[in-house]
């Protein structure tokens, strides 16, 4: 079989198989499945360079006022971001144009906002909370060597400045070096700036034209969870895990 491309505007995958995780999650009082989307759309928009007042207030933030271990996500704080941001319209424009170039127009303005931070990440997947969102990140800082790698996908996503993605919250996903094929604490050491800014939006994922360009399935025949199960993501019964350090799925 050919190897797939390590970077791409958009894939799609060969359907899941019955085993994979079925994700369920609340609409309105309806609790409905669908399964994990086999497609990323990632891509590389041009926006305006950070200014210096904002990136010196992201390094006091990141190195006086967090503890940020290798693998580790965090929030940053966006209203104080946006006061020294004045392009910070511009970089949400250039955005939704790329988004609507893919037939999605109106994103990201569709979800909530947040301003993020990541020294690397662990493999993971966010169904346990977000089960019924896509993500929509616009990545800001420098290229430093690094990649979003969905294993399940074998796709890599290089990160530089204006690097955007659209993928399913249950798709596991780590942030990994271009060298590497897994998550190694010892890839991020001490004294070396391996950290990761960008701008996230939460998605609903049952808005058509996002559910259509990810290739979402709702509501399969074939249900893997039990009655009693609740929002998150199921795999053969039980709450679908994932190595930290592979992004295997764990059983």
């Known amino acids: 079989m050919p190897a797939r491309p390590p970077y791409t505007a958009g894939m799609s995958y060969p359907p899941a198989p019955p085993s994979t995780p079925t994700a369920l999650f609340w609409s309105g009082e309806t609790l409905r499945s669908r399964r994990v989307a086999q497609t990323v759309l990632a891509g590389r928009i041009g926006i305006p360079p950070l200014p210096p007042r904002l990136l010196a207030d992201w390094q006091r933030e990141i190195s006086a006022r967090m503890v940020l271990e290798p693998g580790d996500v965090e929030v940053m704080p966006l209203a104080r971001a946006r ?3 004045p392009e910070y319209r511009a970089c949400v ?8 170039t893919l037939g ?10 947040a301003l993020m931070v990541c020294r690397g990440a662990r493999y993971h997947h966010d169904g346990g909370q977000y089960a019924g969102a ?8 420098e290229d430093k060597g690094q990649d979003v790698h969905f294993p399940g996908l074998d796709l890599r996503v290089p990160l530089a400045p204006g690097t955007a993605l659209i993928f399913d919250t249950c798709q596991p996903h780590g942030v990994i070096p271009r060298t590497r094929g897994h998550f190694a604490p010892a890839d991020f050491p001490d004294g070396r700036d391996d950290t990761q800014v960008f701008l996230t939006w939460e998605l609903p994922i049952e808005h058509p034209p ?5 290739g979402i399935a709702f509501d399969p025949a074939s249900r893997a969870p039990s009655q009693e199960a609740d929002e998150g993501l199921w795999l053969d019964g039980s709450r679908a895990e994932v190595c930290p350090a592979t992004g295997a799925w764990l059983r």
Do not use: I, T
């Not at 424009?93 to 609507?100: F, I, K, R, S």
């Not at 999605?104 to 906002?113: A, R, S, T, Y």
């Open 83 to 85: 006061v020294r941001w």
């Open 93 to 100: 424009e250039a955005l939704a144009a790329w988004a609507a």
């Open 104 to 113: 999605l127009p109106g994103l990201p303005g569709l979800g909530d906002v």
């Open 134 to 141: 896509a993500f929509c990140n616009l990545f800001l800082s």
């Open 210 to 214: 996002l559910a259509a360009a990810l």
